[in-house]
Structure formats: structure tokens, C-alpha cells
């Protein structure tokens, strides 16, 4: 692993099994992620993208290959010690929120912070600042349920980043977001998730934010076709 790298991903394969059959979706994919960068992955829908970041991150076994996550081999860990891990290390906002439904937008934010033994009350404190610079602070009292769809990916939003995790994973970040929303929520991920030992991987169609990638990976039917600081003229 070089010296820079925050993700190295050796050889991965991942299959799954489709009935009696076997799908390959990721075929041997060597890439590393710079600490430092904002590295998005892009491609057509089924080309692999989430199970590749899946693996990054530590929430999905390949089928074959190692992944190193600031110099440790994760899939080397015991099941405990990757969850360990994990809390520690990885914030992930993936398309389904999971919002806990019974508590409120701010302890969801906060539920890192908890998890990792910070008391409720500074760990509520800790977690609206992040509510307030995404906008939503006036919600912070409000269960999942009373809240629209973006507001509810601001809040998981909030808990990816809640604990400062040195790697930040997500996927369709600004979906359900309007475009000055998609900005205050790229201009947060930057501050938080991109500092020379930190990292952030971005799975992302929306064209509106391309401009603000480091760097950009094209996924193609699980192999990498592109690796640059631009997108390739065909996209
Ligand atoms: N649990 C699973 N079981 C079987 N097949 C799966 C599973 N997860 C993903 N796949 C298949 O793997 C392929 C890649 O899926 P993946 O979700 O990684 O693609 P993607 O590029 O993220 O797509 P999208 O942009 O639509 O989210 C698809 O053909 C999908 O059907």
C-alpha cells in the first residue's frame, strides 16, 4: 500500500448467487483511494458501484481479494473487531436511510456518538450543529416520520459524520435533494471527510456535483474502465 492511500483494494471478485447460477459482478478490481481526495465512482446502473463500496467499507465480503482501510487489512478482522472497526472509522450514507423510527432526528444523529459511549445529552448537542449547518436544525425534535425524504437523508447524513470518521462512504448523496441543498451537504462532506488523513468515496448520477470530485472511477460491469481527475468525454 502506498503511502497516500487510505483504501487499497487488491483483486476483488464478488458473485452472487442467482437461483443455480453463479453472477460475477466484480471481476478482479485493483484500485486504490488517496486519503486526502474525494474520489467518485460512476457507471450505469448494475455495473457494481454499490457492491464495490460495500466492500470498501467493510459492510460486504468479497468473494476473493483483500481491502485495506488506513493500513488495516479488514476482512482479516474478527467479526467483532470489523465492527469495532467500523464505528471507529467508516461514516456510511447509503439510499436506505435506516433511520431508527422511535427516536428523534437528533438522537439518530447522534447514535455514533452514543455507540462509542459519549453521554446522550453532549452527544445531542454534538449532533444538532451538524442538523443546523445542513439546514434542518428546527427539526432536530422530530421523529423520522415527520420528516420529508430529504430531510431524512440530511439526518443520516448527519450521522455518517457525526463521530469525524476518517473515512466517509456514500451513495447518491444529493438524490433527494434540491440543488442548493446538494451543495450545503457536498460543501459539508468536503469539510468534514476530506483532510490529508481522511478520505471520501462518493457513488453519485448527479451531474450537478461533478465538478467537485478529485477524482473520478468508472465502473463498467464490474471492472474499472476509467481512473482520472476528470470524467471520460463519453460520459
Ligand atoms: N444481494 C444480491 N444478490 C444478487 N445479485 C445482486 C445482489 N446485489 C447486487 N446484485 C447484482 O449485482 C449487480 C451490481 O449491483 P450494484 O447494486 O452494485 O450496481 P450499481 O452500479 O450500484 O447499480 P445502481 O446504480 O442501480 O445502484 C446487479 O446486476 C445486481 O442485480
Redesign the pocket.
Known amino acids: 500500500m502506498n503511502a497516500e492511500s487510505a483504501i487499497s483494494a487488491r483483486g476483488i471478485v464478488r458473485d452472487?448467487?442467482?437461483g443455480q447460477s453463479t453472477?460475477r459482478?466484480l471481476h478482479g478490481i485493483d484500485t486504490d483511494i488517496k486519503a486526502g481526495e474525494m474520489t467518485y465512482v460512476v457507471?450505469?446502473?448494475?455495473?457494481?458501484?454499490?457492491?464495490?463500496i460495500?466492500i470498501m467499507c467493510g459492510i460486504l465480503w468479497p468473494t476473493e481479494g483483500d481491502v485495506q482501510v488506513f493500513g488495516t487489512d479488514i476482512y482479516n478482522l474478527s467479526d467483532s473487531e470489523l465492527v469495532k472497526f467500523r464505528l471507529n472509522n467508516i461514516g456510511f450514507i447509503f439510499?436506505q436511510y435506516n433511520l431508527i423510527p422511535s427516536i428523534d432526528a437528533a438522537a439518530n444523529a447522534a447514535v455514533p456518538l452514543i455507540a462509542q459511549g459519549m453521554a446522550i445529552g453532549p452527544a445531542r448537542e454534538k449532533a444538532k450543529e451538524l442538523l443546523e449547518k445542513l439546514n434542518i436544525g428546527d427539526q432536530a425534535n422530530k421523529l423520522p416520520n415527520q420528516l420529508s425524504g430529504g430531510q431524512q437523508q440530511r439526518v443520516a447524513i448527519a450521522r455518517a459524520l457525526v463521530h469525524q470518521p476518517r473515512l466517509v462512504v456514500c451513495?447518491?448523496p444529493t438524490a433527494a435533494l434540491d440543488a442548493s441543498s446538494g451543495r450545503r451537504v457536498m460543501d459539508l462532506l468536503r469539510d468534514v471527510a476530506v483532510a490529508p488523513d481522511r478520505a471520501c468515496i462518493i457513488?453519485t448520477?448527479d451531474n450537478r456535483i461533478f465538478d467537485l470530485a478529485d477524482r473520478i472511477l468508472v465502473?463498467e460491469d464490474?471492472r474499472v474502465t476509467h481512473d482520472g481527475t476528470d470524467m471520460p468525454d463519453d460520459h
Do not use: P, R
Not at 45 to 50: A, P, R
Open positions: 452472487f448467487q442467482a453472477i459482478v457507471g450505469e446502473s448494475g455495473s457494481g458501484k454499490t457492491t464495490l460495500s439510499q451513495d447518491e457513488v448520477h465502473l464490474g
